[in-house]
């Protein structure tokens, strides 16, 4: 199968962004430094209550890594989102929330700062879709490791500069996506500092065996 560009943006350091993504088609996440976590989201179209459930992802397949042996599997354990091509360390992190504005107040911040929790709610929002909770999002290109002991390990960020991944929407699907604005701890590598991604939509090319 081939596939055409139909669109292509910047995901802005520190920003979100949503997208409608029809089955079939696929979204190519690209990570030009390789340092970037990307928090993502997928909701069924037709009732956004389906959504991506990382807790019935670890469940269904007994594992914690989203690989491209993994379909994401929603809260009704369909598949909702398959990773295809992957060409980043290939384990990305499933048991890690969303940073929210609380997580920013323990860290010391003072004021506003922008969250991965808040970047999905007014991706959603340009889109008018109102969602009254955050579910947990997998955590694209993040690393966290389990020790023996049960304790998690954060690890820096494992990808090679411009690593990306490929993700076909098995149903009709609002993708949403957050360029990780945490810059206090060292997720988005050790010099703190979020960057940013590219979006591509994939669309199967009629005709093409
Ligand atoms: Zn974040």
Redesign the pocket.
């Known amino acids: 199968m081939d596939y055409r560009i139909d669109d292509s943006f910047v995901l802005p350091a520190g920003y979100g962004k949503a997208v409608r993504v029809r089955a079939g088609q696929r979204l190519r996440l690209t990570n030009p430094f390789g340092t970037q976590?990307i928090?993502f989201w997928a909701f069924l179209d037709r009732d956004t209550y389906e959504f991506i459930s990382t807790d019935n992802f670890r469940s269904f397949h007994s594992t914690i890594f989203a690989t491209t042996d993994t379909a994401l599997v929603s809260t009704r354990r369909r598949p909702l989102v398959t990773i295809v091509e992957d060409t980043s360390s290939g384990k990305h992190d499933t048991l890690l929330c969303?940073?929210n504005a609380d997580i920013y107040r323990q860290l010391g911040v003072e004021g506003y700062h922008r969250?991965?929790a808040d970047n999905m709610h007014e991706a959603l929002g340009e889109l008018s879709i109102k969602m009254p909770f955050t579910p947990s999002p997998v955590n694209l290109f993040m690393c966290v490791a389990v020790r023996a002991d049960g304790s998690l390990d954060r690890l820096l960020p494992a990808s090679k500069p411009g690593s990306y991944v490929v993700l076909q929407a098995e149903d009709d699907v609002v993708m949403a996506f957050?360029c990780?604005?945490?810059d206090v701890t060292t997720i988005n590598g050790a010099d703190r500092t979020p960057r940013d991604c590219g979006i591509e939509i994939l669309t199967p090319v009629a005709g093409a065996a």
Do not use: G, I, L, N
């Open positions: 976590a928090d969303a940073c969250s991965c957050s990780c604005p945490q």
